[in-house]
């Protein structure tokens, strides 16, 4: 199973875009799914996440701009990003949390899925 993450581009400061993620096939169960970015010579940062029990969060330098939406059970995401800033410029990648079956599910054994991100570009 991979995470195919898409949407990204080039916008104006103040524009928007949406971010699309899915899980290439069906996934046993998903415990949470998120955003991360990376921006030129920082590390990788969570920007968003949401999770099988409806937490639904995000981080300061986003709140109130960036919007996490989608189905945790069919694993497929959305960051809609709004009022864009130069500053938001990076890769974003999209993360999740799984059990791939129910023999990890009843071990407890989590895996970890990445996406291959994708380029959003701030800039007039």
């Known amino acids: 199973v991979q995470l195919q993450a898409s949407?990204?581009?080039l916008v104006q400061p103040g524009g928007s875009?949406?971010?699309t993620c899915a899980a290439s096939a069906?996934?046993?169960r998903v415990v949470s799914m998120s955003w991360y970015r990376q921006g030129p010579g920082k590390q990788r940062e969570m920007v968003a996440r949401m999770t099988s029990d409806g937490t639904i969060d995000s981080t300061d330098p986003v709140k109130g701009r960036f919007i996490i939406s989608g189905d945790i059970t069919s694993a497929t995401v959305y960051l809609q990003l709004n009022a864009l800033e130069p500053e938001d410029t990076a890769v974003y990648y999209c993360n999740s949390q799984i059990y791939a079956s129910l023999y990890d599910y009843r071990k407890h054994r989590l895996k970890e899925l990445w996406g291959q991100g994708t380029l959003v570009t701030v800039s007039s």
């Open 7 to 9: 949407g990204g581009g």
């Open 17 to 19: 875009l949406r971010l």
């Open 26 to 28: 069906s996934i046993y």
